[in-house]
């Protein structure tokens, strides 16, 4: 199935984080066993897609190296390969491990740089032929969240994404094959996260997939000041999940995938029964 096809529904990305320090997982899957079990479950529960990550991007993280953060992520592809036919995410920067991790059986790289973090993004996406998400990301994790500033953030994060996603085109990538992610957290207050999420269909209207990404993120506890820890965050990731889906978004990146699955599922429900 090709991940651009019409669905009823947008498709659901299972995170499956293989650090040491992401922000609501981190540190949780330690072995390749139990990172495969947790890829598997998130499987049986409807994922669509898997997103395999080995270099957390939180607001004040170190980078990881390249040798690291293959080392985390491609005996996981590997191995889940053995088991599972469907699209796989690498979640990286760096085009080394985008390469290695397409070799290993990914399909698709989501890269919070835009394919800006390398001098050989742009000609490796190409070159690959896969699948690509641009985000949108001011700065370098380590110090994106110290003061993020925009005159108006949702015309500034489209034209960024635009001019992203036509050099992706220029350097060879098919425009069929990219997809784009407003960035929700990455150089964003609260309130930009709400401003965006509110006007999606702003980018939507730039005709490239939207890869809508909320799950658990702080901009939750932004609204309802008691969900201090990400797992207290359900409720609100569903909501905005559900928000962005109104407003044209094709795929949600989520951790709680089985809940997420189901909420779609009726809303789409309850929207074909309002019109027929």
């Not at 599972?84 to 985008?98: E, H, L, N």
């Not at 973090?117 to 994790?141: I, N, Q, R, Y």
Request: aromatic share 2%.
């Amino acid at each position: 199935m090709s991940l651009q096809s019409p669905v009823k529904r947008p498709l659901v990305m299972g995170i499956v984080n293989v650090t040491p320090d992401s922000f609501s997982d981190g540190g949780r899957l330690t072995t390749l066993e139990s990172a495969l079990e947790h890829a598997l479950r998130l499987i049986a529960q409807g994922a669509d897609v898997l997103d395999i990550g080995g270099e957390s991007t939180r607001p004040g993280s170190d980078p990881v190296g390249e040798d690291e953060e293959a080392a985390r992520t491609l005996p996981l592809i590997v191995a889940l390969r053995a088991h599972w036919d469907g699209p796989i995410s690498i979640d990286t920067m760096k085009p080394a491990v985008a390469r290695a991790a397409v070799a290993a059986g990914a399909t698709m790289w989501n890269d919070v740089s835009a394919l800006g973090h390398g001098p050989d993004s742009l000609s490796t996406a190409a070159e690959l032929g896969c699948e690509v998400v641009l985000m949108h990301m001011k700065g370098a994790p380590k110090t994106m969240q110290d003061d993020p500033r925009y005159d108006d953030v949702v015309a500034e994060v489209t034209a960024h994404l635009a001019a992203r996603a036509e050099a992706a085109v220029a350097a060879g990538v098919a425009r069929d094959r990219i997809w784009l992610d407003p960035g929700l957290g990455f150089a964003k207050t609260t309130a930009h996260n709400l401003t965006l999420t509110a006007r999606l269909e702003a980018l939507v209207a730039l005709g490239f997939p939207i890869l809508y990404a909320a799950s658990r993120k702080r901009m939750i506890q932004g609204v309802d000041a008691t969900a201090l820890d990400a797992a207290d965050r359900l409720g609100g990731s569903l909501a905005l999940a559900l928000a962005a889906a109104r407003r044209g978004a094709r795929m949600v990146r989520v951790h709680d995938v089985r809940e997420t699955v189901q909420a779609l599922q009726l809303q789409a429900a309850v929207e074909g029964a309002a019109g027929s």
